[in-house]
């Protein structure tokens, strides 16, 4: 079973992947070790070549959970978690990783109009949605492993940050 943990970059999905108890498969080591189709121009960044991607991951189907770490592992996914974070977080969280502005209101905006979550619900037949706002990694991960583990469900819906900039 594959299970996407995705969401925009910077809501916590590589943090939180190294404490869930499941082998876990990191989408943007397959794309910089070879899968991808160079490099996107205006972007600066590597473009995943999502046949080989696909091709790779299809051959590591099994009975126990396998996690895909990626804010774009829900492609290759039946379920996805997605991780949500507030924008007035996840902006400090990205400027520290030097990301450029434009690069930093592409993934605010993203995240602001739920784009992931809205491709997950498009290509998944389960999805669940965290919000991750305020929570420790190890709160986190415990609330991935309780879904996985048929303990809860957190269907999508239920983070809006519309709140967050309009709330007067």
Known sequence: MRIALTGTPGTGKTTIAELVPYRVIDINSLVKGGM??????????????????????????????????????????????????????????????????????????????????????????????IDTTGKSAADVAKIVTELIQGLRRLPPGQVDWFTDFFNP
């Open 36 to 129: 991808n189709v160079g490099t996107d121009p205006d972007r600066g960044c590597l473009e995943a070549d999502m046949d080989a991607l696909n091709a790779h991951l299809s051959g590591l189907d099994s009975d126990e959970p396998l996690i895909l770490d990626g804010h774009f592992s829900h492609h290759f996914a039946d379920w996805s978690i997605v991780l949500r974070l507030s924008p007035t977080t996840l902006r400090p969280r990205l400027e520290s990783r030097g990301y450029k502005e434009s690069k930093i209101m592409e993934n605010l905006e993203a995240e602001a109009l739920d784009v992931i979550l809205v491709e997950a619900v498009e290509q998944c037949s389960r999805v669940d949605e």
